[in-house]
């Protein structure tokens, strides 16, 4: 067995700034996740960075976001804070992953609604906007380091069809429900194949920042 990562020795991760807390119920928060966020500030015309020139408004002044496999909550919590103006809402088919988002909601002072729900199952609203870090690994990928993995719970990490079953799912769901906006993280070596099926789902492309991709609905 591996040795315990630091986050779970010490209870916290850094995201985008901020501590957020962690344990094995949850995946570890990491840096290229963050891209997810920029992607969501840029959408809504707001600066990620001194000195970036914001790309013009394309969400609604009120955005409905919701962030998919939520996990700590990193990621909802996060876009509240940056962006207090959205409606964030967030689900997770994991109550032990909610508990842990609660908690860090309530750190930060943010209310966010926390669902129990399979992908869209029990999301019962329309958003305009869908982010996701959804188990995208394919643990038949010879580079992969299972010994690294051994402490984060698998059912946050693997998924079948090349790592790509629940992203195509939700993929599928977020175009029934007419969702305008997706922005998703997976391994740049899915990316052409991800691209592909959002096509087919009336979903284009609109920019990829490192391991995350922005699609819009045609």
């Not at 996701?132 to 402490?151: H, I, R, T």
């Amino acid at each position: 067995m591996s040795k315990k990562p630091k986050a779970y020795e010490v209870g916290y991760q850094d995201f985008y700034g901020r501590d957020f807390l962690v344990n094995q119920d949850v995946l570890i928060p990491r840096p290229e996740t963050e891209s997810i966020v920029d992607g969501v500030l840029n959408l809504a015309g707001k600066s990620y960075l001194p000195g970036v020139i914001p790309s013009p408004r394309l969400l609604p002044e009120v955005p409905k976001i919701l962030d998919v496999g939520t996990g700590s909550g990193c990621i909802a919590i996060t876009i509240k804070l940056e962006l207090p103006e959205a409606e964030v809402m967030a689900c997770d088919i994991s109550e032990k992953a909610l508990n842990i988002a609660r908690k860090n909601a309530a750190k930060y002072g943010v209310s966010i609604p926390f669902i129990l729900s399979h992908l869209l199952e029990k999301v019962k609203f329309t958003p305009d906007l869908i982010v996701a870090n959804l188990p995208y690994v394919d643990e038949n990928w010879s580079w992969l380091d299972k010994e690294s993995l051994g402490y984060e719970p698998s059912e946050a990490l693997y998924a079948e069809d090349g790592g790509l079953a629940l992203i195509y799912e939700l993929i599928g769901s977020a175009s029934v429900c007419n969702t305008k906006y997706l922005i998703l993280e997976a391994d740049p070596c899915q990316h052409d194949r991800i691209i592909d099926f959002a096509k087919q789902n009336s979903y284009v492309l609109m920019e990829i920042r490192g391991y995350a991709l922005t699609f819009v609905r045609r």
